[in-house]
T-cell receptor, first 109, second 114 residues
């Protein structure tokens, strides 16, 4: 079967670091994606991992371990505008994307 | 480069009425996706097109939903008749190809069925 798990909600303080975890089970893994979605808006692409390891992009980094079916998104120097939902999505070999339910992040002043 | 365009942005209808959503993908993007997103959930794929061919419509409720992408560019998703449970945001996304590193989403159509 296929399943993606991520925490429903997280809270962090402005300027801090937060790690959002995602575990997945899927047949035919072909990449893992992180998207940011502000309330009432469309998801926007943040990062893509297809090989094990860390991908860094400014304040955002994403890590993948294929053997463990595990990824995390790391957000550094949190800003108020980072308050949003973060969606973990797996791309299968059939080119289908499976999305998690999203993690709602609240950044407090 | 213009993004994915969708219309309308909002639609309110009564149950049993028909409704249609339109999507124009990013120019040159061959792959087009329609998703449904319920409140507090992630997007769920309804149908994926490669050019004008529907290559994955396994999640599309075919008794009431239909879609087309006649010339391999813009696409229409239709519901007839709508049910209360169809209230959701309908997102269109496109990518250059199915192998592309990401897909780009449109702003979505928020459908409310009364």
């Amino acid at each position: 079967g296929q399943n993606i798990d991520q925490p429903t909600e997280m809270t962090a303080t402005e300027g801090a670091i937060v790690q959002i975890n995602c575990t997945y089970q899927t047949s035919g893994f072909n990449g893992l994606f992180w998207y940011q979605q502000h309330a009432g808006e469309a998801p926007t692409f943040l990062s893509y991992n297809v090989l094990d390891g860390l991908e860094e992009k400014g304040r955002f980094s994403s890590f993948l371990s294929r053997s463990k079916g595990y990824s995390y998104l790391l957000l550094k120097e949190l800003q108020m505008k980072d308050s949003a939902s973060y969606l973990c999505a797996v791309k299968q070999r059939t080119y289908k994307y499976i999305f998690g339910t999203g993690t709602r992040l609240k950044v407090l002043a | 480069e213009a993004g994915v365009v969708q219309s309308p942005r909002y639609k309110i209808i009564e149950k049993k009425q028909p409704v249609a959503f339109w999507c124009n993908p990013i120019s040159g993007h061959n792959t087009l996706y329609w998703y449904r997103q319920n409140l507090g959930q992630g997007p769920e794929l309804l149908i994926r097109y490669e050019n004008e061919e529907a290559v994955d419509d396994s999640q599309l409720p075919k008794d009431r939903f239909s879609a087309e992408r006649l010339k391999g560019v813009d696409s229409t998703l239709k519901i007839q008749p709508a049910e209360l449970g169809d209230s959701a945001v309908y997102l269109c996304a496109s990518s250059r190809s199915r192998e592309a590193d990401t897909q780009y989403f449109g702003p979505g159509t928020r459908l409310t069925v009364l």
